[in-house]
Nanobody, 122 residues
């Protein structure tokens, strides 16, 4: 299984970025796909998840209304649209996959992608 995160970069506060996670190596129909981030000196935190099978989504309160997760079954990708970015959103962003959504809340996943760095300047 491979999860490839991309789309990070430098953006000004108030701007937007769209991250993407390309998934390959197996059928993900029974999986939940998630996005996490880890800021310097802080623990990794859960941001959002999507059910691959029906597209249901869950988001952390810290990003609700600003970040939107989805999945594209045609291209096997999981986008994370990030709007109204703040300097405190600066972090390395990771995508992950697991068959149990509850594991994400404990920052556990069967598969992790490499991170992509997002830097928000003030």
């Amino acid at each position: 299984v491979q999860l490839q995160a991309s789309g990070g970069g430098l953006v000004q506060a108030g701007g937007s970025l769209r991250l993407s996670c390309a998934a390959s190596g197996r059928t993900f129909s029974r999986y939940y796909m998630g996005w996490f981030r880890q800021a310097p000196g802080k623990e990794r935190e859960f941001l959002a998840a999507v059910s691959w099978s029906d597209g249901s989504t869950w988001s952390a309160d810290s990003v609700k209304g600003r970040f939107t997760i989805s999945r594209d079954t045609a291209s096997d990708t999981v986008p994370l649209q990030m709007n109204s970015l703040k300097p405190e959103d600066t972090a390395v962003y990771y995508c992950a996959a697991d068959t149990a959504l509850s594991r994400f809340y404990n920052i556990i996943a069967a598969y992790w992608g490499q991170g992509t760095l997002v830097t928000v300047s003030s």
